[in-house]
């Protein structure tokens, strides 16, 4: 029998080989096996539209590519998921699971790509209004070791896997500063130990919004 929770959206955030897609996946399994509707949505992609979008962002082959274009490409993107998979379900009064959303953009290219935080939340508000996750869970693992994790797995193919320890680093330094701003939404889970450990930490931050 299907659960009604109330409209719910999350989102899972992470540097390189965090295992944040392994947790999202996990926690997806749990919710559907206590019998609620989830939907998923993956950034950049989701949609036809947004997967077009992701191979113009990730092809090793655009080095050129500007910090402002990724910015406006992550965000064609996003809007494009909110329109036709985000909205509509919360709609329905499903939950939402979404591999990376805004808090990214905060972080890559806020952050680490020195765009700051105000640009990219001017251009949230544009594309995006009022949308924002009711809790992001950012699976945090040192950077080098996530890394090196991510090429053992020959996760670190795409143009922004490819870029320096330096530009990664920036990155982890931007999810801690949404941790500072927004503590009640945005929490910070470790990552260090096995991926059951780390599920129940998650799931200590996601059982309570059910209720």
């Known amino acids: 029998m299907t659960k009604q929770a109330r409209r719910l959206f999350l989102s899972f955030e992470g ?8 947790q999202m996946r996990m926690l997806v399994e749990r919710l559907r096996g ?30 050129e590519m500007t910090a402002m274009t990724e910015l ?3 965000f064609a993107s996003r809007a494009q998921a909110a329109a036709q998979i985000i909205t509509p379900a919360l709609e329905r009064g499903e939950i939402v699971v979404s ?10 290219q806020g952050e680490a790509r020195q765009l ?3 640009t990219v939340l001017a251009l949230h508000g544009l594309a995006l209004g009022t949308l924002v996750p009711d809790l992001t869970l950012c699976i ?17 193919s795409d143009r922004l896997d490819r870029q320096s320890l330096a530009f990664h680093q920036s990155v982890d330094r931007g999810y ?8 009640g939404r945005f929490r ?9 450990t780390v599920a129940s930490r998650v799931w200590s931050c996601v059982e309570p919004l059910l209720k």
């Open 34 to 63: 206590l019998g609620y509707t989830v939907t998923e949505n993956q950034e950049p992609g989701g949609t036809p539209i947004g997967g077009q979008i992701r191979r113009l962002l990730l092809d090793p082959e655009h080095q």
């Open 140 to 156: 945090s693992l040192d950077v080098a070791a996530g890394l090196e994790r991510a090429y053992q797995r020959n996760l670190s």
């Open 116 to 118: 700051g935080f105000d």
């Open 188 to 196: 910070l889970i470790d990552g260090g130990d096995s991926p059951e």
């Open 176 to 183: 801690r500063k949404i941790a500072a701003l927004e503590p």
């Open 72 to 74: 406006l490409l992550m």
């Open 99 to 108: 591999d990376r959303f805004t808090d990214s953009s905060l972080a890559y």
């Open 15 to 22: 540097t390189e080989g965090t295992g944040k897609t392994t």
